[in-house]
């Protein structure tokens, strides 16, 4: 095997990006501090042609070099948006129609492996704080709280690996990959 070259990937060009089919999913940053766990977020749905980033509370936005560090032009190609106030955001989504799943380790929660989206639904994904989590109050108002099975002594994965493993299994069951 050889392994390929970046001209030789056939990746779509920012304009392009912009006027493909999104998947239906939205990615909600909960006061996410970390700059590079932002970017990866972005290259992450990127490569997964997610329909909208919303960055919430104390997450830094575009442009900011060490996001720009990790995202590597993805702040360019994925739509995002600055709310203050993750709650007030998840209201405004769910009464237009999208289904929220917060991303958290919860009583009653629906393993990530065992969820099943529906394909005429769009959803959003709350990703919440590295040491908080997502906002309790989030969790409340959310359709699903969506754990990954974890069976290692350690109690969280980062949240730019939980978000990366979230949005790739989605993207599989509503691609139907």
Partial sequence: MRKLKNNELGR???????AVEKTPIIVILDNVRSLNNIGSVF??????????IYLCGISATPPNKDIHKTALGATESVDWEYVEDTLTLVKKLKKEGIKVLSIEQAENSTMLDTFTPKLAEKYAIVMGNEVKGVQQEVINASDFCIEIPQLGTKHSLNISVTTGVVIWD????????
Avoid at 13 to 18: I, M, N, R
Avoid at 170 to 177: A, D, E, P, V, Y
């Fill in 12 to 18: 779509i060009s920012v304009d392009e990006f912009k």
């Fill in 43 to 52: 290259r992450t749905s990127d490569a997964f042609l997610i329909d909208k």
């Fill in 170 to 177: 989605l993207f599989t069951k509503i691609r139907g990959l």
